[in-house]
DNA sequence: AAATTAATTGAACGTACATTCAATTTAAAA
DNA sequence: TTTTAAATTGAATGTACGTTCAATTAATTT
């Protein structure tokens, strides 16, 4: 009886406006009245759906982590093959990763969680699943005898290294063709650590 | 004739103040008034040094940048040895070298770099500076046939790479163990990228 | 049509903020 | 001791913020 809940709805419309304008305006810039006008609703209608302003900043994290682990949108059934670690390798060093989610919000709320213990359990937990999953992915191909790898684990943790790294100079970088060839440069790398010269 | 000026001395106070309180309680937390009461002076005294907030952060990011320039703080006269090369290497995988600036702050003004230009140079620059020490370090030690190493830009680049990108992911790590294990092997990983066995 | 429940609004609150400007205090030089 | 210039204060401004609460509107069921 009584009215039809549209909480999850209006959250999640509520969260990717907030997303949206914090992209072009920054976090910190970024106020329940904004993201309320930008909705043509009013601001206490958020409040009603988000207690507080750190909820509706949690639930973002959530959600611009969990755009962070599309890159594993392919899944074999019967494990991994040389396919999917190939196109894995190839999302991790492209611009197509970087444009699933925004840099700057994914590095503010990364520095937030210094401070901020809820969050860096969240960033931990994306990280570990991102690596868990690259290592499963090694593993497997690994016993198929695609490719030789001592370590999966060490392996992937080192691909992951290499991304994190290049990943966070390059985002200074403004030269377009500089930017692709150290990306490039660094793929061959991965490429060398899953046990040699199949680089397709 | 008149007072003499206090300028540069109260800047850096202030700044230092800043820096104190916004490594406590984050940067967006931290404001002129804030600031102006833990030095019990008033607020519009901060302002009369710096004219805006903006400024007051630009000069506080600079503080934080030439900390972090700090790892180098000693430079051999006639070009570098092993020594200088073998304390650089400790002091990048060092918690030393954490401790000369704080890491929240760090990323936080980082993130802002997205968005702001002018931080985005500044983070560039001081960024290439570090890269250029090291391989003209490098290459001085190479030169000398000290170590062997194809390409000093190269190699430099790619132990920086390493050092970003293990911190990235260490800095969400509390098990202090799995810490000082995970840096130490990336350590080695720098020392075997500078020509092999001779990590002392 | 009446009852029920959730969505949504609108006004209001207190607070903290960056910044302004004029007035005052302090120190150095003439 | 007077002049001069900078340091410092103090009061005030307007704005935007997160949050509250009661009132109203809209949809669904009986």
């Known amino acids: 009886m009584g009215r039809k809940s549209l909480k999850e709805t209006r959250q999640l419309e509520i969260i990717k406006i907030f997303y949206k304008v914090a992209k072009k305006e920054g976090y910190e ?35 611009i982590l969990d755009r962070y682990l599309l890159i594993y949108t392919i ?27 925004d840099d700057g919000l994914f590095y503010t ?17 994306i990280l570990d699943a991102l690596r868990l999953g690259l290592t499963t992915m090694i593993e497997e191909c690994h016993q198929k005898k695609l490719i030789k790898v001592a370590d999966a684990k060490v392996a992937a943790d080192l691909i992951f290294v290499l991304v994190d790294g290049v990943y966070f100079y390059l985002s200074l970088e403004s030269d377009k063709k500089a930017y692709a060839e150290k990306l490039d440069y660094y793929k061959s790398k991965a490429y060398f650590i899953l046990g040699g010269d199949w680089k397709p």
């Open 75 to 101: 899944k074999s059934k019967d494990g991994a093959g040389l396919a999917d670690l190939h196109k894995t390798i190839e999302m991790l060093f492209s611009k197509k990763w970087n444009s699933l989610f």
């Open 109 to 125: 709320f990364y520095a937030m969680a210094f401070r901020e213990k809820k969050i860096k359990e969240k960033y931990k937990t």
């Open 29 to 63: 810039n970024t106020s329940i009245a904004k993201i309320a006008k930008v909705m043509d609703i009013n601001p206490s209608l958020i409040i009603h759906y988000f207690q507080t302003k750190e909820e509706l900043t949690y639930a973002l994290i959530d959600y």
